[in-house]
Each structure stands twice: as structure tokens, then as C-alpha cells.
């Protein structure tokens, strides 16, 4: 596609439920990055790939979150019994070289 | 620690000049990125500076001077369109992108 898409746009999920966050990069981009966005925050990085290799996931904030992009062009993001605390938009982030990224619209989660 | 230090607000009027400034500190650094954000939208590119100096773009000029740790957006002839979020953004020596809460720009009539 000509950007990058992301899926679904919004999810309500209940607290406890698992979700499931995908996204779909920019044809040949070699890097993909994962962000969560709070309400009048800055993006909060999560996790990096590099093709299919997650290079860093440092920012993953519980072992609740976990990345995988397995044919290093689709990834998702699932994130486990999900908190009121995990509501966010995540948005995914692709670029072709470390330099200007591409963002999708992002996934509004909203707990409940 | 890495740090991103911009106002959280400012006002400015149709038709006028603002300038949005940026201090940083990061372990390394391979460039600086302004990204534009409209509420509720993801971010988009603006600019990006490794080098000293100003970079111009249109009605938008980027600033970086990298013994300060420091940089600056600058908007001329501001439209109402102009009215988002200014993230400031750099680049730390893992190429990974450092931000800021960003500066909520407000335009008035």
C-alpha cells in the first residue's frame, strides 16, 4: 500500500481480554517501530524491528506486551489481559533507513 | 538520561511568525526530527537536521545546534491549519527517536 495501515482503528477490549494490534508497513521498509501515545503525550517507544529481528524491546512496559513481525514486513502487537492503564494509541512507525519514519493512523484502545 | 525539554503551550495569531524551541540531551545523536501532529492523527514529518544550521522548507525553518543541545521550529505566515502538536524528536546513538511531550500550538484569528 502507499502508507502505512493500521488495524483496527479502534478496539474496546474489557479489562482482562487479550488484543491483538496489527501493522502493515510500507512495502520494502526495513524498520518498524511500536509506540504508545497517552492523551497530550509525546509517543512513548515500545519495541524495534529490523526485518524480522526485534533489535530492542526495552520499552515494553510488562511482560504483558509482546511483539512479533515473524516475515519481516507484518507485526503485530498483542498485549495480554489487558488494564485500564494500557488504554493508549499505539501507533507503528516504518521507514526505510533509521531516518524519517512513516506513521500509521494508530489503534485507539480503551479499556474498560 | 535522555531529556526533551519544549513548552507545552503557545498562542499565536493568523498571519504572524512562531518559534518553537527544543532543548535535548541524549546519549548520542544522529539528527533531530520535527513532526507535526493534528489531534487525534498520528504524527507527521516536518524536518529532520544532523548538521548545524538552518534548514528551510517552505513557510517552515528547522534550527539545530548540536554544542547546545538545541533546536527551534520556526512557523511563518501562520494558517488555522497550523493549529497541532510540534514534536521535537532526536535521534540517539541507536538511531532510536527520543520524544517530547511536543508543544500544543494554538492560532488565533
Known amino acids: 500500500g502507499a502508507g502505512v495501515s493500521q488495524s483496527p482503528r479502534y478496539k474496546v477490549a474489557k479489562r482482562g481480554q487479550d488484543v491483538a494490534l496489527r501493522c502493515d508497513p510500507i512495502?520494502?521498509?526495513?524498520?518498524l517501530f511500536w509506540y504508545q501515545q497517552a492523551l497530550g503525550q509525546g509517543p512513548e517507544f515500545l519495541t524495534y524491528f529490523q526485518n524480522e529481528a526485534q533489535l530492542d524491546k526495552s520499552g515494553l512496559p510488562s511482560d504483558r506486551f509482546f511483539a512479533e513481525r515473524p516475515e519481516g514486513s507484518v507485526s503485530t502487537l498483542k498485549i495480554q489481559r489487558t488494564q485500564q492503564e494500557d488504554s493508549a494509541v499505539y501507533l507503528c512507525a516504518s521507514s526505510l533507513v533509521s531516518r524519517e519514519l512513516f506513521f500509521g493512523s494508530g489503534t485507539q484502545l480503551s479499556v474498560l | 538520561g535522555q531529556n526533551i525539554d519544549q513548552p507545552t503551550e503557545m498562542t499565536a495569531t493568523e498571519g504572524a511568525i512562531v518559534q518553537i524551541n527544543c532543548t535535548y540531551q541524549t546519549s548520542g545523536f544522529n539528527g533531530l526530527f520535527w513532526y507535526q501532529q493534528h489531534a487525534g492523527e498520528a504524527p507527521t514529518f516536518l524536518s529532520y537536521n544532523v548538521l548545524d544550521g538552518l534548514e528551510e522548507k517552505g513557510r517552515f525553518s528547522s534550527f539545530l545546534s548540536r554544542s547546545k543541545g538545541y533546536s527551534y521550529l520556526l512557523l511563518k505566515e501562520l494558517q488555522m491549519k497550523d493549529s497541532a502538536s510540534y514534536l521535537c524528536?532526536?535521534?540517539?546513538?541507536?538511531?532510536?527517536?527520543?520524544w517530547g511531550a511536543g508543544t500544543k500550538l494554538i492560532i488565533k484569528p
Open positions: 524528536a532526536p535521534l540517539d546513538s541507536n538511531y532510536q527517536l527520543i
Open positions: 512495502s520494502g521498509h526495513v524498520s
